[in-house]
């Protein structure tokens, strides 16, 4: 399994960014996908999650309304448009792979990053004016 990131840098707050992740080594399709994030000297934060067939994507707080996650299942590739960027989005951002192909069942939690089973090296995003 292999997961790689792109797209991050240095941006202004009140900007829009496009974070890219692409899938090898297994079957993209059929897993759940999420985005994390680190901010320097903070404990790594669940961003957002989407089921396999790109449906039922769920955010965190803190980003809903200004962050989509959506996936391209025929290119493997996992993205996450982030708008209105503002300087606490900075961070590592990380995308990540649920271990299992049923992340909905019951006593699973896909916001919780102990139940995924690969991660990227991650993207850098730094958000300052």
């Known amino acids: 399994v292999q997961l790689v990131e792109f797209g991050g840098g240095l941006v202004q707050p009140g900007t829009s960014l496009m974070l890219s992740c692409v899938g090898s080594?297994?079957?993209?399709?059929?897993?759940?996908m999420a985005w994390f994030r680190q901010a320097p000297g903070k404990e790594l934060e669940w961003v957002s999650f989407i089921l396999g067939g790109g449906h039922s994507p769920q955010y965190a707080h803190s980003v809903d309304g200004r962050f989509t996650i959506s996936r391209d299942n025929t290119k493997n590739t996992l993205y996450l448009q982030m708008n209105d960027v503002q300087s606490e989005d900075t961070a590592i951002y990380y995308c990540?792979?649920?271990?299992?192909?049923?992340?909905?069942?019951?006593?699973?939690?896909?916001?919780?990053?102990?139940?995924?089973?690969?991660r990227g090296q991650g993207t850098q995003v730094f958000v300052h004016s």
């Open positions: 080594g297994f079957t993209f399709s059929v897993y759940t």
């Open positions: 990540a792979k649920y271990y299992h192909v049923f992340s909905q069942a019951p006593g699973r939690d896909p916001r919780n990053i102990r139940e995924y089973d690969a």
